[in-house]
């Protein structure tokens, strides 16, 4: 993994409301040692309240108040964690938690086991996919009470600690009991990575945390071994992480000496983040997937990439946030995330949105871009001629609102009708999928013992979905011939998805889904075509 300027300064930055270290002194220090009339006038109200006050008071409760309220007041980024929070808000991003090692899902109010991670505890003790867990230290565990919170709160202990769970295991009369060594177990940045197309490589980044570089290396070298030439980078969705992971993703596309991103703010000076001379993947075809749900650190690697013509960027237009967060410790250990800077892409451009009618508003931009028909007609975009920038080549970019693309793809969504969101809304592909595996393991893992098997014949006929619908229809869900009918395909692919992954992993789910994907496809073609990198005179 490149080790680059920002993390030789031993500085971790985290965007998308998530930290940034630099070490410098706490709130607390600087407010002992600089008081200001405000922070003496709410002393004296909290002074007055609990001298004067008709009732008793919980001061902790009502300081953490005003801390939230003046925060949401500053930006929609700043923010106060509680100290039983840090952790878990830290968790997601430090690449590992502490557990038993399964991907779990709640079945007809039933933990059942997705997959054991592999090599971790659970996976050594032999529990299989599709067991389902009934009783946690002699607790039974199932019926309404069971949540995805609930689990984490009774699986997830310290390292070394041990919980004891009991397991029904289809052909098994009896429950069998696991006592389990809990141990550190790993959160995947990459939910998939694999060859899409001869020489096109396809990989899917969820977020930037600790871990995604390696991960990163690891892919893009076993696929740059089974013959990748071009990379689709899928960055849907993905709202960003720690910026040296967004920096560190960049240096491996550009050559060196490249301004990959810079920071400043009022009371923070500029400050420059440049590529170094080694990367993984400097030539070759590029090509960024984003959405309007991707954000910070997605948008620091997407206009990286544009300013300098290094790939192109497809979809729609990014999220729109430019902001810098960095932690500060509180006395009790709690923690304030505070807005501290601006980033800026190489071509001096900033694409935070406005914020200055509050955080509500800021908050209800994607159903503005849904009533003004952004996300099906660029045209409708439209940017004054003062948040214009150029590439490296002098094609046009905008700043102000997020990235965007090169390539616009349209969302489509004659697919989403209420029949399929009331599927959705009560889990029944999931619960049909859940059932569908655990009756007919034995015969799916014979009759397909490989991926690329059950990908060619596995077919989802008449008959399946008769089944489907009858399920469907005692979880009240009727179906609506003419809704199914656009539908249908969407459907069909998420069930038999959904079997690749319990039978699999999330990779083959992936390998099922994207076939139907039509932005995927869009983003296939591109690669695959070199018009449009010659038309816009970008690398290839």
């Not at 779990?104 to 067991?131: A, C, N, Q």
């Not at 289809?170 to 995947?188: A, E, H, S, W, Y």
């Not at 977020?207 to 899928?234: C, N, P, V, W, Y």
């Not at 983003?523 to 038309?535: G, S």
Request: aromatic share 10%; proline share 4%.
């Amino acid at each position: 993994m490149i080790i680059n300027n920002i993390m030789q300064k031993n500085i971790f930055f985290l965007l998308a409301g998530f930290l940034l270290f630099q070490g410098s002194p706490s709130f607390s220090q600087n407010a002992r040692q600089n008081p200001t009339s405000g922070i003496k006038k709410y002393d004296a109200v909290m002074q007055i309240i609990k001298f004067a006050y008709v009732d008793t008071i919980n001061e902790e409760k009502l300081v953490e108040k005003a801390i939230i309220e003046t925060l949401k007041d500053l930006d929609p980024h700043s923010m106060y964690i509680s100290k039983k929070d840090v952790q878990k808000a830290n968790e997601p991003l430090e690449g590992n938690f502490d557990g038993i090692g399964v991907q779990f899902e709640i079945l007809r109010d039933t933990i059942t086991v997705v997959h054991p991670v592999p090599g971790g505890p659970s996976e050594k003790l032999g529990i299989f996919s599709g067991d389902k867990i009934i009783k946690i230290e002699g607790e039974v565990v199932t019926g309404k009470k069971v949540t995805n919170q609930f689990v984490l709160d009774h699986l997830r202990g310290k390292r070394g600690t041990k919980v004891t769970v009991s397991i029904y295991r289809k052909g098994k009369k009896d429950l069998l009991d696991f006592t389990i060594v809990r141990d550190k177990i790993p959160i995947n940045s990459i939910d998939a990575a694999y060859m899409i197309k001869p020489g096109i490589g396809y990989i899917n980044l969820n977020k930037f945390a600790q871990t995604s570089m390696q991960e990163f290396t690891e892919a893009t070298a076993r696929l740059k071994s089974e013959g990748m030439k071009s990379l689709i980078l899928d960055l849907r969705n993905n709202s960003g992480g720690y910026m040296g992971t967004a920096i560190e993703l960049s240096d491996e596309f550009l050559g060196p000496g490249k301004v990959i991103v810079y920071t400043q703010g009022v009371r923070s000076s500029r400050e420059d983040f440049y590529s170094t001379a080694k990367g993984l993947f400097e030539s070759g075809k590029l090509v960024i997937m984003i959405n309007e749900n991707s954000a910070s650190a997605s948008e620091i690697v997407s206009g990286a990439i544009q300013d300098w013509d290094r790939g192109l960027i497809v979809g729609r237009r990014s999220f729109g946030k430019g902001l810098v967060q960095r932690p500060f410790q509180l006395p009790d250990s709690s923690q304030m995330r505070l807005t501290t800077a601006r980033y800026y892409n190489p071509s001096g451009k900033c694409i935070q949105k406005s914020y200055t009618e509050g955080v509500d508003k800021y908050y209800e931009d994607f159903g503005n871009r849904v009533k003004h028909g952004e996300l099906v007609h660029p045209d409708s975009i439209k940017f004054p001629d003062s948040l214009k920038y150029f590439t490296s080549r002098k094609r046009v970019v905008y700043g102000g609102g997020g990235i965007m693309p090169d390539v616009f793809i349209p969302w489509d969504s004659t697919p989403i009708t209420d029949y399929y969101l009331e599927l959705r809304r009560k889990n029944v592909i999931n619960t049909f999928v859940g059932d569908y595996v655990d009756k007919n393991r034995k015969s799916l893992n014979l009759n397909y013992p490989k991926f690329s098997v059950f990908d060619e014949k596995f077919k989802i006929d008449d008959s399946f979905m008769n089944g489907f619908f009858s399920w469907a229809e005692k979880e009240g869900v009727k179906k609506d011939e003419k809704q199914y009918a656009l539908s249908e395909q969407l459907i069909k692919f998420q069930i038999k998805g959904l079997i690749a992954q319990k039978l699999w992993d999330i990779t083959e789910m992936y390998r099922v889904i994207n076939q139907y994907d039509e932005e995927v496809l869009k983003a296939i073609e591109v690669a695959e075509d070199d018009t449009l990198f010659r038309k816009l005179n970008v690398d290839r």
